[in-house]
């Protein structure tokens, strides 16, 4: 099976390859892609060398997934191209989530909608797949009416500019901004662009894509803010459910959610945060406590690494459900 990385070599395409190792995918060759002033450079992968190739030379070499990651305009362009050459493209960008033609799948939850003839498959936003892994099973046994969230978000999601951005700033030095303002001793309340509601089209992903996985029928509000941190995403979420629940049963359902990890212990101060997070798939939840200012509503903590389950992660699970169920 020839696997082809689109943007291999940014921050997401070099997480790729390192999970797919990890995970053992069954690569016969991989296909590092980057833009053309990348061509020739090196990847290593299992102790081999494999060469980055252009886009084109990536389609004739015919791979039978393609995992994209090198932006929105990128994928718009090369995407069908790719599927229209019969292979299928996971794309990690924002070009085809809210298409009503293309599947937008968190595994967790909705990877057996996939078929073989998707060939264009959506990757949500880091932000959404996160709080969707710990919501679906309790929207499952509670129906959820209404989510509140406020994200904490690494500067990972951001890219290496903006990792560059924090480190100099942390040594006194000056270079390349990624924000509008420092970010270290600082929090911004800004991710993407502002949108005329007044939103960010980051807070508008979570509130679409939600709805798209999840269930249309649930109102989200969110608002998102930059961090100085490394280890991934953090959210403060407020979930108000159609029917009531217990604690204890809450805290069962999470305990054996699938890709869900509890860490909710307040009494030895054990609870999600980002660094503990890091470099793992898994998405961590606690802080679990009732709002005692209205019925049927849950307040949680949400933690997960962005750059794994929040992206390379995600989008390797769905090929391995596209393999496992001979889909590729």
Known sequence: MKVAVVGATGLVGTKMIQVLEERNFPITELIPVASERSVGKEISYKGKIFKVVSMQTAIDMKPAVALFSAGGSTSLDWAPKFAAAGITVIDNSSAWRMDATKKLVVPEINALELTAIDKIIANPNCSTIQMVVALNPLHKKYKIQRIVVSTYQSVTGTGVKAVDQLMNERKGLKGEMAYPYPIDLNVIPQIDVFTDNGYTKEEMKMVNETKKIMDNNIRVTATTVRIPVMGGHSESVN??????????????????????????????????MPMDAQDKDDVFVGRLRRDETQAKTLNMWIVSDNLRKGAATNAIQIAEYLVEKKLI
């Open 239 to 272: 979930v108000e459910f159609e029917n009531e629940f217990e604690m204890e049963e809450v805290r069962n359902i999470l305990q054996n959610a699938p890709g869900v990890i509890l860490v909710d212990d307040v009494k030895n101060l054990k609870y999600p």
